[in-house]
């Protein structure tokens, strides 16, 4: 049987498995994703909660819903959405943060299914998801429509993708790289790669094309004086958040 087409990117996969045993410390080389964590939640939870009409005040709110964390890395996002009740499965193609991720799970008292594995090898064995969050994976792909294509085939008709990733101006080179890589050295330096980085248009036409239907975008804005992030209608400056939806009937 011929291996499904990946879009996985080898040199980013290492650069990620280097820094696997530090996803939990809020100190580390994830510093910035622990800090942006919280508002990324807000924002994942009043979409799959606008999606599928449900009270996030409820007990288990997302129960009934099976939730897809592409990239999941070590389980910052998958372990907060299954608390809300969802049935979650975690999926990175960088093996070394799974073993993170289960022990983490583990303690937690929580039951996720983390796969070493890609989204076109799940599209391929017909794996079928009412949400897919995937979140600061697209600037890490070599072909990111061709990723984008395998997310709207695991989406079940009516499915709801949540796709975060960092804009591409002068701007978001200051602060996403220099900034971060060299000036608070949050991330090793090469984390990331400017030209990969995708401005909101061209993220709704790849969305589009992809099959999906762009609903909603905000920006996560970092203030430097209180310290924190917030979520924003205008600025999409530098990172940003998408929602798009798969017809009932595709």
Same mark, same amino acid.
């Given at each position: 049987?011929?291996?499904? #087409? ?27 994703? #622990? ?11 009043? /979409? ?11 007990? *288990? ?52 299914? @983390? ?24 600037? #890490? ?5 061709? @990723? ?20 591409? *101006? ?21 984390? #990331? ?15 589009? /094309? ?28 530098? *990172? @940003? ?10």
């Amino acid at each position: 049987m011929q291996a499904p #087409h990946t879009t996985v990117d080898p040199s980013e996969i290492a650069k990620f498995e280097a820094m696997a045993a530090e996803w939990w410390d809020p100190n580390g080389k994830f510093m910035p994703l #622990h800090m942006l964590n919280p508002c990324r939640l807000d924002y994942i939870t009043g /979409q799959i909660a606008a999606e599928f009409d449900r009270d996030l005040n409820s007990s *288990n709110p997302f129960e009934g819903l099976r939730i897809l964390d592409i990239g999941c890395g070590g389980g910052l996002l998958s372990e907060p959405v299954a608390r809300l009740g969802a049935t979650v499965v975690g999926a990175d193609a960088a093996e070394k943060n799974l073993p993170i991720a289960r022990l983490h799970a583990e303690q937690s008292g929580l039951d996720i299914d @983390y796969r070493h594995t890609t989204a076109e090898a799940l599209a391929e064995a017909g794996e079928q998801f009412d949400v897919v969050l995937n979140m600061e994976v697209v600037e #890490h792909v070599a072909d990111p429509l061709s @990723y984008l294509t395998a997310i709207h085939t695991l989406l079940r008709p009516g499915g709801l993708q949540i796709c975060s990733t960092i804009n591409r *101006n002068p701007k978001s080179y200051a602060m996403a790289i220099v900034g971060a890589e060299v000036i608070m050295r949050w991330l090793p330096r090469g984390t #990331h790669e400017w030209s990969k980085f995708i401005t909101p248009d061209e993220l709704f036409d790849l969305l589009s /094309q992809s099959g999906m239907s762009p609903v909603d975008r905000k920006g996560f804005v970092f203030n430097p004086i209180l310290w924190s992030w917030s979520l924003s209608d205008r600025d999409l400056s530098v *990172n @940003y958040a998408t929602a798009s939806t798969k017809g009932a009937s595709t």
